[in-house]
């Protein structure tokens, strides 16, 4: 679970909060899944640490203040410097203060630009239109804010060779035995890392043999290519990276994956993540083959799997004999 603490002044004031609480109440409602909480300066690494100790992959801050001064350039960045060293496997981000985003100075041009207008309508005229201004203002303001866990640009698509290269699954379940399935005919040198094992690893490796430190063997999956698969029964270490071109993190541990992450980024190797596309580098497209010279991927950005699924279905039950009837033809010029 992913989480976004909202940092604003300390206020003892009645109803000083309420624009801020609509904020916080449409961002629960726009992000569903993520954690969302505030604090205040003087609380800050008190509820950060906090947020913290619970069951959260990464930290999103963002002070709600206008100006770049004392709390944001020092402070702030204190208090999250000390704890980030205190939980080093979970990500913190800070993001600038709310008065430094482009977004903010344009809504308030553009607040100044109507204000001006009104001046020349009817007093009643022109509190409507404030009104409705105000109204526009705090829903774009919870709209960039609900943007801090989306990515709206497009994937780049690429097929990579991954022929003799080491790739590292971690996780041992139903999603990493397909990540292997899909991974054997490439020819990579495959690791898979996890305290247990789906029982069918056993019999899609065709051994029953596993010690806990690691079992490795090797099958021949075509005549011209000889595969091989490594188990280690082990929670997951860094030094498992070693020699790594890419990583696939499937585990239902947050804690583990958001580590795995920023292990693997601090050494430039690439990242899939089964359980949270946007932290990862890469998406792998629902793929198909048909005969040896066609395939067709299907992908919608990593942003609807379920989407991508009936893609490929509508694909596998109305395209196959064509594509077929075509496989066969160019193989016969």
Known sequence: MKAILIIAHH???????????????????????????STSLLDLENDLRTLLREDVESVTLLPFLLLNGQHTKNDVPRVVAKLQAEFPQIPITLLPCLGDWKEFADMVVAGIRNAQLDERTPADAGYRRKTKEMVSIQKNLSSLASRLSSKTSNLFSIELNL?????????GGRIALRKVKSLVPTGARITVVAPQFDPEFNAFCRHSERSEESSQFSNSASAERSLSITLKQRPYEPLDLRGVFMVFICTDKPVVNAQVSNDAR???????????????????????????????????QGRAPSLAKKLKQKIQSEWAEDLAK???EFECK
């Open 326 to 328: 075509i496989e066969r």
């Open 11 to 37: 206020c003892i004031l009645p109803g000083a909060y309420k624009g801020f609480e609509g904020i916080l109440d449409k961002l629960h409602h726009d992000l569903p899944g993520t954690r969302v909480a």
């Open 163 to 171: 022929e003799g290269r080491n790739v590292l699954v971690v996780g």
């Open 266 to 300: 601090a050494r430039r190797i690439l990242v899939n993540n089964a359980c949270d596309y946007l932290d990862g580098d890469f998406i792998v497209p629902a793929r198909m083959d048909f005969g040896e010279n066609i395939a067709v991927t299907v992908s919608t």
